[in-house]
């Protein structure tokens, strides 16, 4: 689980071009949209794709997002159960 | 107010018709134009539905008797098309006899033969001759040709969703000036696996038919068309004893500057668009008799789009419909389909219905015409919203 | 009809004229045949959370905006009008390849985003948060003046006051590729200064922004007058002429009105014959310049010539390196724009001191 939480932020960080932000500046638990890293709705597609390339997740609806992406913690659990590669 | 911007004919081709005829029976009838994908060769193909023209290009280099060696993409044999169609619709045999000019809009140009020769041009000469095509100014290089024009005042526009509403907007920009005379008007984009995918990494084309502004919405669907209109001074009118269709009278462009794809939550764009354009037209908002909505059924769209109603026409919305769910999302080429589709509306006294609405949505009540009305007409407003918070209004006249 | 002045200018090229306080004083030669532009330092104009998702073009689109505001004192303007040929083409080419690569699958969206042509003006709204009109023209070299003559509508009938105008386009490797497949771009590397004695097809292709705030109200900062506008999708080199003519006429001028003219020749054997026909006929006593030896050619390459035309007038001075024909005019008043790209889209701009 930890490993994949230090995966995900760096994947983050490189996918959504975050030049000025490295992986020990974001907690587990920080929010990525809004106040936390400040992410939108085209990082949400670029992450909703991530899940599907990377670990066979598909989400129809873009909606499904918003609670998955809430933090890399949230992220990370939903991978653990859903992930089929 | 100002000169009178006639417009004295139309061309379009489209998924329900290969001209204006054809395109207003499919209208009446209710025949929507939506359907699998069968002309690009994509892996989307069973997950996707599209608004397609029946003719190949084969087809359409026929009968612009192209011949032998030609770089003509897609979306420059539509426009080709349907432009040709309109300058006959208005009984002009010699093109240069007075000052015209051409404004078009497109969003894809050459992208059609750009993704098919991608690799192959480094290994085969014959399809280098694609190259000089791929920008979106060669479709209207090559449509001014068509129509004879030389030395011409010819030019392009690209702002996605809004882009031929803003080819009408410009022309009739330009002949109030007295820059031009007259001026062919319009957008055309062939539909294009880069487009097709490009939209669904957005995540917002349905499965199935679109259904504008229903609760259940669940996205657009592509489509591909060309249309064209014909603009004349009140001058080339008189002397020409001209019939004239119906006039542009007002026209308004904003920006959302909210979001680099959506739009607003509360319309913004759109709200400003149709107050400039009421304002141009010096008409009162209780004076628009139909609007011919966007509507492409995304949930943002008509979410955005319905506010901006209410907050334009209060509770007094007029009848309005989205056109979309005939002819899909032509991009480029919508704003001019959906001119087409105002003037025949205004010609007729009939309003088209907007298909596939169940719902109405939860946010507000709007309910949009859904049956086929018979209805005096005197003035219609379109919207074109796009991408990059590009939000444009057209409103048509039966007087100047 | 109100005067129509031009009250700022900002340029990102391959020389560095994104510093509005020098004028082509010091000159980047180049010996090659694909020329980019001397970065300004980015992340002065743009914050790094929007900087993430741009592309070149839209840097410098960006860049260029805020210099020209800053320049012209304005936070906002009316309306945003942009040319461009072909848009944020990398991001094109990133998104065509990877449709081909991975067979249409795992396709994200930023690239598409980046690739509709309209995205720099949409950028430059967001940043300034501009809920003005929004236009953007790509019809190949005439992108920048279709634009011009946009804004120039809208003041002169005063629909807007201040006006963001500018011509971008950058340059990417596919397209640089397949470009001199064609002979488009020059076989053999030219250095700037032979450009026009190169006797080859094809040009030395380039990238660059160059904006301006175009206003109705003349300013302590006004470089020039914008006298008028006119575009042309063909001609032949024979019509040239009695185009120049009518189109002089039109603005009450005669050819020996005419103080500088600032030519698009880029060293195309093919095509330079167009600029020839005025430069060895009617201009052939007219101070004459150029410039796509310093800056390349593309779409919106003459926006870059509008620039040097306004600093020319603002300045009084002209820059040795731009110098054709070496004749000087004793004042620097009206400058005309003569440009074309491969026998198609010319365009006439003429500018007049103020």
Redesign the interface.
């Known amino acids: 689980m930890e490993a994949l939480k230090e995966e995900l932020k760096s994947k983050i960080i490189e996918q959504l071009n975050l030049e000025d932000v490295s992986v020990d500046e974001i907690a587990d638990d920080d929010p990525l949209f809004g106040d936390g890293l400040g992410l939108d709705s085209i990082d949400a597609l670029e992450l909703i794709v991530m899940l599907d390339k990377d670990y066979g997740i598909k989400l129809a609806d873009p909606k499904e997002g918003k609670k998955i992406f809430e933090s890399v913690g949230t992220m990370a659990d939903y991978i653990t159960q859903h992930k089929t590669k | 107010m100002g000169k009178g911007i006639a417009i004295t004919g139309m061309g379009i081709i489209s998924a329900i018709g290969n001209n204006v005829e054809e395109n207003y029976r499919s209208l009446i009838d209710g025949k929507k134009g939506i359907s699998r994908i069968s002309k690009i060769d994509t892996v989307h193909k069973d997950a996707l539905m599209v608004g397609e023209i029946d003719f190949t290009n084969q087809e359409l280099e026929q009968f612009l008797e192209l011949g032998g060696s030609h770089n003509y993409s897609r979306s420059a044999l539509l426009g080709a098309f349907a432009a040709k169609q309109a300058v006959s619709n208005a009984n002009i045999t010699h093109i240069n006899s007075y000052k015209t000019g051409l404004v078009s809009a497109t969003t894809v140009g050459g992208m059609d033969k750009t993704e098919q020769y991608y690799y192959e041009y480094f290994e085969n000469k014959e399809v280098q001759k694609y190259i000089e095509g791929h920008h979106a100014g060669d479709s209207t290089q090559k449509i001014a040709e068509q129509l004879g024009l030389h030395g011409s005042l010819v030019t392009t526009i690209s702002t996605a969703c809004s882009s031929a509403a803003n080819a009408i907007l410009l022309g009739a920009r330009l002949l109030k000036a007295g820059k031009l005379d007259r001026v062919i008007v319009g957008g055309t984009d062939g539909l294009s696996k880069f487009t097709l995918n490009g939209f669904k990494t957005l995540m917002i084309q349905s499965d199935t038919y679109n259904t504008p502004f229903d609760e259940n919405r669940k996205g657009l669907n592509l489509g591909e068309a060309a249309a064209f209109l014909v603009l004349e001074s009140d001058e080339v009118v008189q002397k020409e004893n001209k019939e004239v269709l119906a006039y542009v009278k007002g026209w308004g462009n904003a920006n959302d500057a909210f979001h680099q794809t959506a739009s607003s939550d509360h319309g913004d764009g759109a709200t400003l668009a149709m107050q400039k354009a009421l304002k141009v037209a010096g008409s009162k908002s209780n004076e628009i008799d139909y609007i011919n909505a966007h509507g492409t059924a995304t949930p943002n769209n008509d979410l955005s789009e319905g506010r901006a109603f209410l907050r334009v026409f209060g509770d007094t919305v007029p009848d309005f419909s989205s056109t979309k769910a005939y002819t899909g999302h032509t991009l480029a080429a919508a704003g001019g389909v959906e001119a087409v589709f105002s003037v025949l509306a205004l010609q007729h006294n009939v309003i088209f219905p907007n298909l596939n609405f169940k719902n109405p949505m939860q946010e507000f009540h709007l309910t949009p015409q859904t049956e086929l009305k018979k209805k005096k007409l005197h003035t219609v407003l379109s919207n074109s919203l796009g991408f990059g918070g590009n939000c444009s209004t057209l409103i048509f006249s039966k007087e100047a | 009809m109100k005067p129509v002045y031009i009250n700022s200018v900002a340029s990102i090229s391959a020389q560095r004229t994104f510093d509005n306080s020098v004028f082509l004083d010091e000159i980047t030669e180049y010996t090659d045949n694909v020329i980019r532009v001397i970065d300004p330092n980015y992340k002065e104009f743009i914050p790094?959370?929007a900087a993430?998702?741009m592309a070149k073009g839209i840097k410098m689109g960006v860049a260029a905006s805020k210099i020209a505001l800053n320049e012209a004192n304005l936070e906002n303007v009316d309306a945003?009008i942009t040319g461009t040929?072909?848009?944020c083409i990398a991001d094109?080419e990133k998104?065509?390849?990877k449709?081909?690569d991975d067979?249409?699958?795992?396709?994200?969206?930023?690239s598409?985003?980046q690739?509709?042509?309209?995205?720099v003006?949409?950028?430059i709204?967001?940043s300034i948060?501009?809920?003005?009109?929004?236009?953007?023209?790509?019809?190949?070299s005439?992108?920048f003046e279709?634009a011009l003559?946009?804004a120039k509508?809208q003041l002169?009938?005063d629909e807007a006051q201040n006006i963001l105008v500018g011509g971008v386009d950058e340059l990417a490797d596919?397209h640089i590729?397949?470009?001199k497949?064609?002979d488009?771009i020059k076989a053999d590397v030219v250095n700037s200064k032979e450009l026009l004695e190169s006797n080859t097809e094809g040009a030395v292709f380039g990238e660059g922004a160059s904006f301006f705030v175009l206003s109705n109200k003349k300013s302590d900062h006004t470089y020039a007058q914008v006298l008028d506008v006119?575009?042309?999708?063909?001609?032949s080199k024979q019509?040239l002429q009695s185009?120049l003519e009518s189109f002089l006429q039109e603005n009450s001028l005669e050819i020996s009105d005419i103080d500088i003219v600032a030519m698009g020749n880029n060293g195309d054997i093919g095509y330079d014959g167009y600029y020839d026909a005025l430069s060895h006929g009617v201009l052939k006593n007219t101070a004459q310049t150029y410039y796509k030896h310093l800056c390349g050619e593309f779409?919106t390459a003459s926006s870059f010539g509008a620039w040097m035309a306004a600093k020319m007038i603002r300045t009084q001075h002209i820059p040795e390196a731009i110098k054709l024909n070496g004749m000087e005019p004793s004042k620097i008043g009206t400058v005309l724009l003569y440009n074309q790209y491969r026998g198609?889209?010319h365009s006439f701009v003429l500018l007049r001191g103020c």
């Open positions: 790094p959370a993430r998702r945003i040929g072909l848009g094109s998104f065509v390849s449709i081909i067979n249409e699958e795992y396709l994200t969206p930023t598409f985003i690739s509709t042509h309209n995205t003006a949409g950028q709204a967001l948060k501009c809920k003005g009109y929004n236009f953007t023209y790509v019809h190949s005439v992108s279709s003559l946009d509508l002169e009938y596919h590729k397949i470009h497949l064609v488009h006119a575009t042309y999708n063909s001609f019509e185009a779409n198609e889209n």
